[in-house]
């Protein structure tokens, strides 16, 4: 059934309107034979471009494989540079090298292998905030992300950084299954609306319970990065 939310929320510095068209650069060397004439085959090259993914093996993506938490971390983390050595994030010098707490990260959740290629990305994705447990004292990094996770965590991404909004605003969602919303994902999903970083469907559904493939994940956060870096 169709409902509509309008929801209005205090936010303060800088702001981009919904609707906004993101065009990254990337390099077209790639040579995947899995995504030719996909729907996001220029969004994968941008964030294979920018470091953010790489593919499964030399000549495959496998865009249309599920997302889970550990690639999300993963692809923020390389993003913010926080794992790379030029110890950039989001675009600036950082003053010191970030060191990621690998104890905590291990004392915290049960399920984490401190030796895992996404260990030092989660460590930074919890410290900041962006990323929770499940509930129960693990990570869940084989868990796969579902669209309302992803846009609580991207609202989160922006939040750690500082990019909110500069005055009161208000978004009218109009989307026919917000029925299926969970309460807890309402803000994170308004906020991704009002600035365009995630949409709903062509037949007006957000599909919040929806499982993320690594396709819609190269593509939602090349917009993120255009966002951050705007």
């Not at 929770?132 to 796969?144: A, E, K, L, Q, R």
């Not at 365009?196 to 493939?213: I, K, S």
């Amino acid at each position: 059934r169709l409902m509509s939310v309008m929801l209005t929320l205090v936010m303060i510095a800088g702001m981009m309107p919904a609707g906004v068209s993101f065009a990254g650069s990337y390099d077209d060397t790639y040579s995947f034979s899995d995504i030719s004439g996909h729907w996001a085959r220029y969004d994968i090259l941008d964030a294979v471009d920018r470091g953010m993914f790489s593919g499964v093996s030399e000549s495959r993506f496998a865009p249309n494989r599920p997302m889970t938490r550990a690639m999300f971390v993963q692809a923020l983390a390389a993003m913010a540079g926080v794992t790379d050595s030029e110890c950039m994030v989001w675009g600036t010098q950082a003053d010191e090298p970030y060191e990621p707490d690998l104890n905590m990260l291990s004392e915290t959740f049960s399920d984490i292998d401190v030796d895992a290629p996404y260990a030092e990305a989660a460590a930074w994705a919890v410290d900041k905030g962006i990323v929770n447990g499940m509930g129960d004292g693990t990570f869940g990094p084989s868990v796969i992300i579902d669209r309302q996770t992803m846009a609580v965590m991207m609202h989160r991404t922006t939040d750690a950084l500082g990019i909110e909004l500069n005055e009161d605003w208000s978004v009218m969602m109009d989307y026919n299954d917000l029925d299926q919303v969970s309460d807890w994902a309402i803000e994170g999903i308004a906020y991704c609306t009002m600035t365009g970083l995630m949409r709903g469907d062509h037949d007006g559904d957000f599909a919040p319970n929806r499982m993320l493939t690594r396709a819609e994940g190269a593509a939602v956060l090349v917009r993120l990065a255009e966002y951050v870096n705007r």
